[in-house]
């Protein structure tokens, strides 16, 4: 177990080696920078003195390479430098966000997994039963139902019925759970609708597989009651790839959020990642891209590890 | 009677009853189908469907309700939301189809060629598809965004199509190269590598044949993730620019200021996202039970 666990981590670094090459070159393979977008953005009219001044200032002006030098030692020192378009340290910009769009988050994969688990082995227990497509609609919805607009309807509706908006203002919940949880559940619903359906079509078909295996049917055999067949011996060997889609698609959220925090107007990663976008503010892109790669690569290692845990045959194999 | 006319006369009967069957075994994948042909028969006589110009400002009629006039009603500008929204369908199946088209070719090429290879080669391009995985598609897509801006080729942002192909690339390359590996070991590879052919028209002519499965499947479902992304970078103001009608487009900006005056501006076009994506997924689903069942994406 420990070699595994060695090797697994020690199989991290090159992809984020390889995210952090790629994305700093990306970025800067056509000429044009944050300097531009902020002096002339408006439609100022800006003499190039200024943004030659500007760009030295923020170190643009010297060579690729000297730059991807900054960006890798930056990397291992943790320091990350500051944002192109505020001055502040990225690290700042990204941890004063980081609490809402996590709680977010934690709170959209709960109700996610709760509701995901019942619907998926309902439908593999009632397969080609007109419960089965009802689920299969309703998930298959979860795909395609566009996050962002979702949540509109979620404002529609609260307009409409209770003639009430969610309050604007984040108030974290240690101060306020009442005010916090009135304004963060309905972003987290309108992200965890998707998330729930990929959790549920997952469990559906490995618990399907599962079904057919021989030790379900030896089980049955031996007149064990159906209901722990379900719940012993099927569900938990189901829910072992179920697992893995659980931890991706956490990591993969804030994707999610990155649309829904515009409708409900919330200042969390997901916002400053689009506002970085569109001011081209290279440094704040670059460390946002590696807290998610980073976040993702560790949430694939703990999913492995569990993996590892669960299943023997990983371990020693 | 002779025998080599046989497959010619029952190879078209065949087909007709392939097609007979999907729609016996997966009814919903014949409904979605018919739904992503209404939406592509609307989209290429979007001048003839349309009872409106799309771009048409009506000052007279500001956000007026749907009615017989206007079927989905009127925006800010007084311009026909029906027609907008089927204009819209252009663009989405335009982009949808190229991007995924693109990104699945690549990715299948890559997915191949690693599984033909193996060896050093095949852990290079698994590295580098290990690296773009862990990118979130959004985020992958804004990355490119913001790396390449914008380049219009009749009115069709070029940048937009690899930005929305770029994150497809790694997901089918993993699941074409899985395809592809049992694939390598069939003994006509083989024979053919013995008979001296070159690697490329092995991939191409030997092996490409035997994974269209996973492709059309992965092709298909990732048009889906398409329109999808579409509609969310133009909701973000950084794909699809005004005046081009696109239904994520029309969700932005300050759409949200009339939640209460007119719901309309918002359930029409997201309503056709949805459906759009819905059909496709849908459809993926269905081709992928009956292409193979054992296959999941």
Redesign the interface.
Known sequence: MLRYTVHRVLLMF???I??AV??FF?????P?DVVEVKLRGDGGNVSQETIEMERHRLGLDKPILYQFKDWMVGLVTLDLGKSMWTDRPVTEEISIRLELSLQVAIMASIVAVLIAIPLGTTAALMRGTWVD?AV??IT??G????S??FG??I??SL??FFNWLPPITFTPIYVDPVANLTQLIWPALAVGYRYCAVVARMIR?SLLEVLNEDYIRTARAKGVYEKLVISRHALRNALLPAITVIGIEF??L??GL??TE??FNLNGIGML??QS??R?DFTL?QAM?MM??AF??VINLVVDLLYAVFDPRIRYG | MSVAALPSVTEPARRRSAILEFCQQQPLGAASFVVIFVMMFAGIFAERVAPYNPLDIDFDNILSAPSWAHWGGTDAFGRDIFSRIIYGSRTALVIGFTSSFIGSTIGAILGVASAYFGGRIDTWIQRFVDVLLAFPIIVLALVVVAALRKFLIGGIDVNLIYAIAIPIVPRVARVVRAAALSVRTMPYVDAARAAGYSNSRIIFRHMAPNVVAPYLIMFTAFIAQAILLEASLSFLGLGVTEPTPAWGLMLSGNAADFYREAPWMILFPGAAISLAVFAFNLFGDSLRDYLDPRFKV
């Open positions: 090159p992809t984020l390889g995210v790629l994305v990306m970025l800067r393979v056509i044009g497509y299969r609609i298959i919805g795909l395609s139902i566009p962002f607009w509109m309807l404002m529609i307009l409409y078909s990591a993969f804030i994707g990155v649309v515009q409708v990642f689009v976008v569109s081209n892109i891209v998610v790669a993702y690569v």
